[in-house]
């Protein structure tokens, strides 16, 4: 066998086997040549292809695909180009064809036709392809993902953080790099580096805190001061957690960084302003609380609250009603539920003043509230109040509308006082000026001496009138000197009952003196503890109905004093008027009914103070109205009984 001749069997065999059907078509599209590969393509074998027209094998659909290329390739272009046709067995195949043109002195005669099955290329082609789009996908979600969480961190100017321990190697999100002014293109600065950040007290906290988590594993929270870039020091709230490998070894450290400049600014601001509230109620003495409308609690603000309100320490938060019914007095506790239901629905502002128990201790204390609502965020309300302790006020106010009282009914007393003096003027004036024109007539003598005798009468009481006068004036400029010397309480009764005989007498009256077995001596003023006796035995005598009984006596008292008692049956005092008779001004109606002898209303407020300039005391008793009355003067002995 030749050489020529085996390498034209190699070749055939070659050809034979080769997994691309390959073929010889002629000018006229006449199949010359084909190898077994036509058996995948067409379904034919060699014998059935060779020598056939190529629209026959292909049919008009397939070959109206190839023709333009078939077109192309007899003008001496080679084609390349994909298509996809159905197979013999129905299914579609992907082929991958090639013609290549066939000269013969630059005359093309005919092409080669290359058709290789890429169907497995082509499903390995759409799923690279489908693969590379779900990739896509992914990568455009996580841009698009890591672009919100950037544009989060810059709308909340908060950055994260990560430090390799080992290798000081630390990373910083976008954010971070414009909190403190860096370059995002640069590498973030290692943590030995980060002193430069924050100011020299936060750094040390930092640090602090940063030790701990290494060696503790203890997450930190912190509020630390920085340096921003051509502004004033700002404020981070910064929090940093353990990063383990799966040894369980901590490696790194991680975090967040967010700006809180302004609201720390805005906290700062309002811790500010509750350090002023705070220092203008302790000024003010005042306390605060709250009242959760939606969940009826009140809630103190500071301890002066509580204690103004009687809540003790142990005690949680009550309700307006058990508050009402276990603090306020039962008089006020309607008053501050109204008050409290008019803020509620009618939105006035809020005020109470009334009683509150006193904690700890027996008795009310008064409190004033003054409070406004304001609407939460869970439709509910809350009314914010201050409490004062205002007992004092209270009972000064009281003691000034006593005063005021006081002073109007003893300036009402004092118009009665001016105009009583008149009538009683001209009522002892009268008397005498008629008794002067009687006497300038012819009157036998009996008759003369009554004129006489009512004229001195007239002109002793004028007498006694100015000389209370007087001793008022002296009394309140404290003029009044006494005569002082050792005298003997009996000399005082005798003179005393003399000088009001005949008044007695008048009024027919039973008046009855009784001295001790002993004598009783005091260091006083004759002549005014005389007046004193005769002014109670006067008033005895006007406030006792005729033939009644008026006693005078004297007793030795205890602890080296001496008691004088003026005792009599008449009309007696009401219990709220024993002390008030002692007052200036002050006149109670005779026993008859008549004002003739009232007096001025100043005898017993003089008595009292001319006993009281002796060291003594003088006091009134009566069992009431119609049982009599008792006028008792203490005064202190000298010398031996």
């Given at each position: 066998?030749?050489?020529?001749?085996?390498?034209?069997?190699?070749?055939?065999?070659?050809?034979?086997?080769?997994?691309?059907?390959?073929?010889?078509?002629?000018?006229?599209?006449?199949?010359?040549?084909?190898n077994?590969?036509?058996?995948?393509?067409?379904?034919?074998?060699t014998?059935?292809?060779?020598?056939?027209?190529?629209?026959?094998?292909?049919?008009?659909a397939?070959f109206?695909?190839d023709?333009?290329?078939?077109?192309?390739?007899?003008?001496?272009?080679?084609?390349?180009?994909?298509?996809?046709?159905?197979?013999?067995?129905?299914?579609?195949?992907h082929?991958?064809v090639?013609?290549?043109?066939?000269?013969?002195?630059?005359?093309?005669?005919g092409?080669?036709?290359?058709v290789?099955?890429?169907?497995?290329?082509?499903?390995?082609?759409?799923?690279?392809?489908?693969?590379?789009?779900?990739?896509?996908?992914?990568?455009?979600?996580?841009?698009?993902?890591d672009?919100?969480?950037?544009?989060a961190?810059?709308?909340?100017?908060?950055?994260?953080?990560?430090?390799?321990?080992?290798?000081?190697i630390?990373?910083?999100?976008?954010?971070?790099?414009?909190?403190?002014?860096?370059?995002?293109?640069?590498l973030?600065?290692?943590?030995?580096?980060?002193?430069?950040?924050?100011?020299?007290?936060?750094?040390?906290?930092?640090?602090d805190?940063?030790?701990?988590?290494?060696?503790?594993?203890?997450?930190?929270?912190?509020?630390?001061?920085?340096?921003?870039?051509?502004?004033?020091?700002?404020?981070?709230?910064?929090?940093?957690?353990?990063?383990?490998?799966?040894?369980?070894?901590i490696?790194a450290?991680?975090?967040?960084?967010?700006?809180?400049?302004?609201?720390?600014?805005?906290?700062?601001?309002?811790r500010?302003?509750?350090?002023?509230?705070?220092?203008?109620?302790?000024?003010?003495?005042?306390?605060?609380?709250?009242?959760?409308?939606?969940?009826?609690?009140?809630?103190?603000?500071?301890?002066?609250?509580?204690?103004?309100?009687?809540?003790?320490d142990?005690?949680?938060?009550?309700?307006?009603?058990?508050?009402?019914?276990?603090?306020?007095?039962?008089?006020?506790?309607?008053?501050?539920?109204?008050?409290?239901a008019?803020?509620?629905?009618?939105?006035a502002s809020?005020?109470?003043?009334?009683?509150v128990?006193?904690?700890?201790?027996?008795?009310?204390r008064?409190i004033?509230?003054f409070?406004?609502?304001?609407?939460?965020?869970?439709?509910?309300?809350?009314?914010?109040?201050?409490?004062?302790?205002?007992t004092?006020?209270?009972?000064?106010?009281?003691?000034?509308?006593?005063?005021?009282?006081?002073?109007?009914?003893?300036d009402?007393?004092?118009?009665?006082?001016?105009?009583?003096?008149?009538?009683?003027?001209?009522?002892?004036?009268a008397?005498?000026?008629?008794?002067?024109q009687?006497l300038?007539?012819?009157q036998?003598?009996?008759?003369?001496?009554?004129?006489?005798?009512?004229?001195?009468?007239?002109?002793?009481?004028?007498?006694?009138?100015?000389d209370?006068?007087?001793?008022?004036?002296?009394?309140?400029?404290?003029?009044?000197?006494?005569?002082?010397?050792?005298?003997?309480?009996?000399?005082?009764?005798e003179?005393?009952?003399?000088?009001?005989?005949?008044?007695?007498?008048?009024?027919?009256?039973?008046?009855r003196?009784?001295?001790?077995?002993?004598?009783?001596?005091?260091?006083g003023?004759?002549?005014?503890?005389?007046?004193v006796?005769?002014?109670?035995?006067?008033?005895a005598?006007?406030?006792?109905?005729?033939?009644?009984?008026?006693?005078?006596?004297?007793?030795?008292?205890?602890?080296?004093t001496?008691?004088?008692?003026?005792?009599?049956?008449?009309?007696?005092?009401?219990?709220?008027?024993?002390?008030?008779?002692?007052?200036?001004y002050?006149?109670?109606?005779?026993?008859?009914?008549?004002?003739?002898e009232?007096?001025?209303?100043?005898?017993l407020?003089?008595?009292?103070?001319?006993?009281?300039?002796?060291?003594g005391?003088?006091?009134?008793?009566?069992?009431?109205?119609?049982?009599?009355?008792?006028?008792?003067?203490?005064l202190?002995v000298?010398?031996d009984?």
């Open positions: 066998m030749s050489p020529n001749t085996n390498e034209l069997d190699f070749s055939r065999r070659v050809l034979a086997h080769a997994s691309s059907m390959l073929s010889y078509w002629d000018a006229g599209l006449v199949c010359r040549f084909a077994e590969g036509c058996r995948h393509w067409l379904g034919r074998g014998d059935s292809v060779v020598g056939r027209r190529m629209r026959d094998l292909l049919g008009a397939l109206a695909i023709e333009p290329h078939v077109m192309a390739a007899l003008a001496g272009r080679a084609q390349v180009f994909e298509r996809a046709a159905p197979g013999p067995d129905g299914g579609v195949r082929s991958l090639r013609y290549h043109p066939d000269r013969v002195d630059h005359v093309v005669v092409f080669i036709a290359e290789t099955d890429v169907s497995l290329l082509k499903k390995l082609e759409l799923e690279l392809i489908e693969q590379a789009a779900i990739k896509q996908c992914a990568l455009a979600a996580v841009k698009k993902r672009a919100a969480l950037n544009a961190q810059r709308l909340g100017k908060i950055g994260s953080w990560e430090w390799e321990v080992a290798a000081d630390t990373t910083w999100s976008p954010e971070l790099y414009r909190l403190f002014g860096r370059d995002v293109r640069r973030s600065p290692p943590f030995s580096e980060h002193a430069a950040l924050y100011s020299a007290a936060s750094w040390q906290r930092l640090r805190a940063v030790n701990a988590a290494l060696t503790h594993a203890v997450p930190y929270h912190l509020q630390l001061e920085y340096v921003r870039p051509g502004l004033p020091d700002g404020w981070l709230d910064v929090r940093g957690e353990v990063v383990r490998d799966e040894k369980g070894s490696v450290l991680r975090g967040t960084a967010q700006d809180i400049t302004e609201s720390y600014s805005m906290l700062e601001k309002v500010e302003q509750a350090q002023r509230l705070a220092l203008a109620l302790g000024a003010a003495d005042m306390g605060m609380w709250h009242w959760d409308v939606l969940h009826d609690t009140f809630h103190c603000e500071d301890r002066r609250a509580r204690d103004f309100l009687g809540l003790a142990h005690v949680g938060p009550v309700g307006a009603g058990k508050f009402c019914a276990d603090l306020i007095h039962p008089d006020d506790a309607g008053a501050l539920l109204g008050a409290m008019i803020c509620t629905h009618g939105g809020f005020h109470f003043k009334g009683r128990r006193r904690h700890g201790a027996d008795g009310w008064w004033e509230c409070g406004q609502m304001r609407a939460l965020q869970d439709t509910g309300a809350m009314m914010t109040a201050v409490v004062a302790d205002v004092d006020a209270v009972a000064t106010g009281q003691a000034l509308e006593r005063a005021v009282s006081a002073m109007t009914e003893a009402g007393r004092k118009t009665a006082f001016l105009s009583i003096l008149g009538h009683e003027l001209r009522n002892g004036l008397p005498v000026k008629a008794g002067v009687l300038g007539l012819h036998e003598p009996a008759t003369l001496h009554k004129i006489t005798a009512a004229m001195l009468r007239q002109v002793l009481h004028l007498e006694r009138l100015v209370d006068i007087q001793d008022l004036r002296r009394m309140q400029h404290g003029e009044i000197s006494l005569q002082r010397s050792r005298i003997a309480l009996a000399t005082v009764l003179g005393a009952a003399d000088m009001v005989r005949d008044t007695m007498a008048r009024r027919h009256h039973d008046f003196v009784h001295f001790p077995d002993e004598p009783l001596f005091v260091d003023d004759l002549v005014r503890l005389t007046q006796l005769v002014n109670l035995l006067c008033n005598a006007k406030f006792t109905p005729p033939h009644g009984v008026i006693t005078l006596a004297l007793h030795a008292g205890a602890a080296g001496a008691r004088i008692v003026v005792t009599d049956n008449g009309i007696g005092i009401a219990s709220e008027q024993v002390e008030v008779i002692f007052g200036m002050v006149r109670v109606p005779a026993a008859d009914g008549g004002d003739g009232e007096g001025l209303g100043i005898g407020y003089l008595a009292r103070k001319l006993v009281e300039l002796h060291g005391t003088l006091a009134a008793a009566s069992e009431g109205v119609g049982r009599g009355s008792v006028m008792e003067v203490c202190p000298v010398g009984r």
